[in-house]
C-alpha cells in the first residue's frame, strides 16, 4: 500500500517562498509519477505540478508556472515542490499524489497525502 507523507506548509506573506516534501514508500512499480495538487475552500482541486520518474519530465500548472518547480529524488522516493513568489490566491491546501502515469487527476491517483495547508498574507 502506498503511503505519502507531507510536509513544509506553513504561513508566508506575499512574495515570500515556502518548499514542500513528500515522501512515498510501498510504491510497487518501477515508473511512476508524482504531483502535487490544491483546493482552496470553495473550490475544486486543482492539479498545480506532476513529474514523471522515468525521464523527470514535468509539467506546471498555468497559474503557477515560473514560480513554482517540482523535483523528485529517486533514491529518496521523495517529491518537492518549491513555491517562490508567492501570491495570497495561491492559499490551499496541497495534496501530494501518486499514480502510474502522467498527467495525475483526481482519478487516476493511486494514493493521496493528509494534505499541508500553505497560507499567504497579502
Known amino acids: 500500500q502506498v503511503q505519502l507523507v507531507e510536509s513544509g506548509g506553513g504561513s508566508v506573506q506575499a512574495g515570500g517562498s515556502l518548499r514542500l516534501s513528500c515522501a512515498a514508500s510501498?510504491?510497487?512499480?518501477?515508473?511512476?509519477?508524482m504531483g502535487w495538487f490544491r483546493q482552496a475552500p470553495g473550490k475544486e482541486r486543482e492539479r498545480v505540478a506532476g513529474i514523471y520518474s522515468d525521464n523527470g519530465s514535468t509539467h506546471h500548472a498555468t497559474s503557477v508556472e515560473g514560480r513554482f518547480t517540482i523535483s523528485l529524488d529517486n533514491a529518496k522516493n521523495t517529491v518537492y515542490l518549491q513555491m517562490n513568489s508567492l501570491k495570497p490566491e495561491d492559499t490551499a491546501t496541497y495534496y501530494c499524489?501518486?499514480?502510474?502515469?502522467?498527467?495525475?487527476?483526481?482519478?487516476?491517483?493511486?494514493?493521496w497525502g493528509q494534505g499541508t495547508l500553505v497560507t499567504v498574507a497579502s
Open positions: 510501498g510504491l510497487t512499480y518501477s515508473r511512476y509519477c
Open positions: 499524489a501518486a499514480g502510474r502515469w502522467c498527467p495525475l487527476s483526481p482519478e487516476t491517483a493511486d494514493a
